[in-house]
């Protein structure tokens, strides 16, 4: 396999890989995504995500706090995991016809500093669906998937407990 097959291979995991993978400058200016993370920014490619900020995604409300938590991950060389309610739109085509649907959904997110081979700090995120669907009807999924934090320093370990 050459590099640039490695690199294409490499892109395309974290394109693909499941749950909403970013990551941001030091100055939390969005520089990358996975196609999850796009969809739940409302957003439809990476080109449009590069260069915003919280401030300009549907968070907007919550954009101070998680800048606060970009600055201790930084700073401090935090891993920081939490709980935010975001709207998720989901287009779904059924015979021809697309329906709209926006779930409110909790995002369990954990962030960590990355040093790249530069010196350069990055942040790097990477969220799970933390709690079940809610609808606008009311119902639930019960699909959910729960994770423990072994640690509060950068060498944290996740495990997956159960599957609800």
């Given at each position: 396999m050459t590099r640039q097959n490695e690199l294409?291979?490499?892109?395309?995991?974290?394109?693909?890989?499941?749950g909403f993978l970013y990551w941001k400058d030091c100055n939390s200016v969005y520089r990358g995504g996975n196609i999850n993370f796009m969809k739940i920014?409302?957003?439809?490619?990476i080109?449009?995500?590069i260069g915003k900020t919280d401030h300009e995604l549907p968070w907007k409300e919550q954009a101070d706090e998680f800048i606060i938590d970009d600055k201790k991950v930084l700073m401090q060389n935090l891993i920081i995991?939490?709980?935010?309610n975001v709207?998720?739109?989901d287009n779904i085509s059924i015979s021809n016809n697309d329906i709209v649907t926006t779930l409110?959904?909790?995002i369990t997110t954990i962030k960590k500093r990355l040093t790249l081979p530069s010196g350069e700090f990055i942040i790097?995120?990477?969220?799970?669906?933390g709690s079940c669907n809610i609808y606008p009807d009311g119902t639930t999924d019960d699909?959910?998937?729960k994770f423990v934090r072994h640690s509060t320093t950068c060498d944290s370990k996740f495990m997956m407990v159960e599957e609800l």
């Open positions: 294409d291979v490499l892109k395309t995991i974290i394109y693909e890989l499941p920014a409302q957003l439809n490619s080109d449009e995500l995991e939490s709980n935010t709207p998720y739109v409110n959904i909790t790097l995120g990477f969220a799970l669906d699909t959910n998937y």
